[in-house]
Each structure stands twice: as structure tokens, then as C-alpha cells.
């Protein structure tokens, strides 16, 4: 049985003059065993693989820094996440053009993955039980919706070919999550630096400045079925997109839910701010609702200075069409 299924590691030995001390930090742990994940998934997690790995014997006397192989690998997880996250916080407030800031995102996380090794992919997390395997794929849905919302910027701007924002966005996260990569040396800086004129020549095709896909549409007014929540949000808006995944699909009791992107700022309530209840639908996510009606509801995102509004709510034309369409599909029960 795998150490990941809670099999203990080995056992530490006599604790004399000679008994060897791990040498190694816990970032160090967490980075060795996210390559071995890398290279055979979690499910083949052995802590004498990791010793070779992070190249300390000893290293199985970490153990007592994490609760239990499952927790260690989810902090892996975690990692990757964390590192893309603030990748794309660098790119995003890069000034320029979305090729500029793209470029940013690109170059800060090849040099990531060169500190700290490969970025783990989602797809390795089907070995993971159920509950971490969500909480994967959650982190990664955030991930890729910030990434998809910058290529979106690149087409409207001009600076990015009008390719299909999430087959662009599957091709970068291909390239970032190769198990291939290895430590910083001039070897894999050069294929580093290869990659991104690669990527870039392949989604930049300048163009002029699209003019249909959204219009200046100076504001907009929405409201729930009942009429207790009322808002304005300032336009042009950022992008339309629909998402197909099982927990927008429940929540909206829908094939899909579609939602547009605005800037925060423009934002605020008219009436029934009070009537809107908010919950958390998975570790990282939120749902927001009218509590008298029951129709969905703006989501505040001051972190990303983002609001997020159900198309449905909202009066007249909006000037921009649906640029995302995620089909990203999940167990409908999943334990929560």
C-alpha cells in the first residue's frame, strides 16, 4: 500500500550520536516531492523516492512536519497554485499591452518552475480521493479563468491573435506543466527562453482593435426576479463567458450559467444589498443569491478588483458577445 493510502514511513531508528538528522527545509520537502508527483503521480509516493529526490536519506524524519502523506501532497497542490497566482498578479499589474503582460506571466513562471521544479497538473490529481481531487480542480478553474480573462484583454486590444481563449489557454498550461523540466542551469534556460518565442509567436498576431465584440455601453441596470436587489455597474464590459461546470450548473439549476466581467469600481447597490446571501461553495469559491427570490446575485471579488454579474439580471444590450465557454464537466455529487 502507497504512503498516500496512509501507509507510516519508515521507522526512524535508534535517536543516538549517529542517528542522521534531516538536512533539508520544508519548502525543500514539499518542492521534492511535488517533482516525484511530477514524474509518476501521487499515488506512487514513497518516501524513499523522495530521499533520492531531495538527495537527504534522512529525509523521512520530515514526516513529523506534515499531517500524514495526503496533507503533504495537497500541499503540493497548493504550491503550484500559489506560484501561478502570483505569476498572474505580476502580469496583471505589468503596464503595456495583454502581450506585454502575457509576456510577464510567461517569463515569471518559467523562472518559477526553475526555482522550485514542475508545476503540478490537474490531471495528475485523478489518482487524489474525491475531496482533494475538487479542491484541484477548483484551484485550477481560478487559474485558468484569470489567464483566459488576460488573453480576452489581448484580443480587444489588437495585441493577441483571435484565437479561442481556453484552447490558448490549455496550450500555455501544457507548456508551464511538463513533467520535463528540471533545475535552473544554462541548459533549461535556454529551452525556457525558446518556449516563450515559441508561445508568443504563436498568440501574437497584431490586428487591428476588435469592434464588435463589445460596445460602449456607459452603464448598465439589473435586478433579481423580485425586484429587492437593484444595482449599476459602469461599463464596456470585460467579457461575456458561459460556464458548464457542475457546481455553476447546480447552483443555477441550468445547462450553464453566463456571467459578465466588469471592473469593480464601477460597481454599486441601489437597493436590497441586505437581501443578498453569500456562501461558500467550495474552499476558494463563492455563490451569491437573493434570499427572497432566489436569483443569482453580483459576486464581489476585491482581491481581484473584479465584480462578476448574471447576464440574466441585467436590462438591454451589452454590447459584448460570449468570448469563454468552459465545458470543463465534474461528478455532479462530489463530497463536500
Known amino acids: 500500500m502507497s504512503v498516500l493510502h496512509g501507509t507510516k514511513p519508515p521507522p526512524r531508528g535508534p535517536t543516538d550520536a549517529h542517528a542522521g538528522q534531516p538536512t533539508v527545509s520544508r519548502i525543500a520537502v514539499i518542492d521534492a516531492v511535488a517533482r516525484v508527483v ?3 503521480g501521487p499515488a506512487g509516493m514513497r518516501w524513499s ?12 524524519r520530515t514526516s513529523a512536519w506534515f499531517e500524514g502523506m495526503p496533507a503533504l501532497v495537497d500541499e503540493c497542490y497548493s504550491r503550484t497554485a500559489q506560484g501561478l497566482e502570483e505569476c498572474l498578479l505580476q502580469a496583471e499589474t505589468t503596464s503595456g499591452s495583454a502581450l506585454e503582460k502575457l509576456a510577464a ?3 515569471a ?9 514542475p508545476f503540478l497538473s490537474c490531471r495528475s490529481a485523478d489518482e487524489l480521493p474525491p475531496i ?8 485550477d478553474l481560478m487559474i485558468r479563468t484569470r489567464l483566459k480573462r488576460l488573453l480576452m484583454k489581448g484580443q480587444q486590444d489588437g495585441s ?3 484565437r479561442h481563449a481556453d484552447s490558448a489557454c490549455a496550450m500555455i498550461m501544457a507548456c508551464l506543466q511538463s513533467p520535463d523540466a528540471v533545475a535552473s542551469g544554462p541548459e533549461q534556460r535556454m529551452w525556457d527562453g525558446e ?3 515559441l508561445l508568443l509567436a504563436a498568440l501574437a498576431e497584431p490586428h487591428a482593435p476588435e469592434e464588435t465584440p463589445r460596445l460602449d455601453v456607459a452603464m448598465a441596470r439589473g435586478s433579481c426576479a423580485c425586484g429587492a436587489v437593484r444595482y449599476e455597474v459602469d461599463g464596456p464590459f470585460d467579457a461575456v463567458s458561459h460556464c458548464q461546470c457542475a457546481m455553476c450548473r447546480q447552483h443555477r439549476g441550468s445547462a450553464l450559467a453566463t456571467l459578465v466581467s466588469a471592473p469593480l469600481a464601477g460597481f454599486r447597490w441601489v437597493a436590497g444589498e441586505e437581501a443578498v446571501t453569500t456562501y461558500r461553495s467550495s474552499t476558494i469559491g463563492r455563490r451569491a443569491f437573493c434570499n427572497r427570490c432566489g436569483s443569482g446575485a453580483p459576486l464581489l471579488e476585491p ?4 465584480v462578476f454579474c448574471p447576464v440574466g439580471n441585467l436590462d438591454g444590450e451589452l454590447g459584448s458577445r460570449a468570448q469563454s465557454h468552459s465545458t470543463r464537466r465534474t461528478p455532479q455529487r462530489e463530497p463536500t
Do not use: H, M
Open 38 to 40: 511530477a514524474r509518476r
Open 49 to 60: 523516492l523522495i530521499a533520492q529526490e531531495a538527495g537527504d536519506p534522512n529525509i523521512a
Open 105 to 107: 506571466f510567461v517569463v
Open 109 to 117: 513562471a518559467l523562472e518559477t518552475r526553475r526555482e522550485r521544479g
Open 132 to 139: 482533494q481531487r475538487k479542491r484541484v480542480r477548483e484551484r
Open 160 to 162: 493577441l491573435a483571435l
Open 195 to 197: 518556449l516563450v518565442e
Open 303 to 306: 482581491d481581484t478588483g473584479v
